[in-house]
């Protein structure tokens, strides 16, 4: 009997740590994806364990009439695939600003935002970079007239270098 119980804990302890996370502690880089325009993010990662994290992200747009920047703020859950690979879910929001001129008429607004998120990432082991490529659906609040049906699949691709 002491076996069998001695051996379930020495797998289960396998177990876990076969699905150890490669989250760093912290990973800089760029989001470089489209909500509407939104092109580029300036993307910080901060790990809070094995398990989960936090990404804060600057974005900006500056097109022939918008001008906007929004930041925003994702608690992210990680699990791994296999090696370097693991898939995360996130929840958040954010706030920006934005202006418009075209032509004499002019406007200008804050908005707020709820955001979802789910993606994959690659950790390379021999040299600190991360690739990801994830969805962030937004929906927008009194966002008056930046966007007309208050919602944003925002596609991106991201690189960051792990320290």
């Known amino acids: ?11 289960t302890g396998l177990a876990f740590s076969v699905q150890a996370q490669d989250i760093s502690k912290n990973a800089l880089g760029l989001r470089l994806g489209d909500n509407d325009g939104f092109g580029g993010e300036i993307s910080y990662q901060r790990g809070f364990s094995d398990k989960n994290r936090l990404e804060l992200d600057l974005g900006w747009r500056n097109s022939n009439d918008v001008d906007a920047f929004k930041l925003t703020g994702i608690y992210q ?11 995360y879910a996130g929840v958040g929001g954010g706030v920006g600003s934005w202006s418009y ?14 955001a979802g998120n789910l993606g994959i990432e690659y950790n390379f082991k021999e040299v600190p970079i991360q690739l990801s490529l994830d969805i962030r659906p937004e929906l927008y609040f009194n966002s008056d007239n930046y966007r007309e049906d208050n919602f944003g ?8 270098y792990r320290f």
């Open 101 to 114: 001129d075209n032509s004499g008429v002019s406007d200008s607004g804050v908005f707020l935002f709820a």
């Open 1 to 11: 009997m002491k076996k069998i119980f001695l051996t379930a804990i020495m797998l």
């Open 77 to 87: 859950w990680v699990w791994n695939i296999d090696g370097g690979f693991n898939w």
């Open 153 to 160: 699949p925002d596609l991106a691709l991201g690189i960051r």
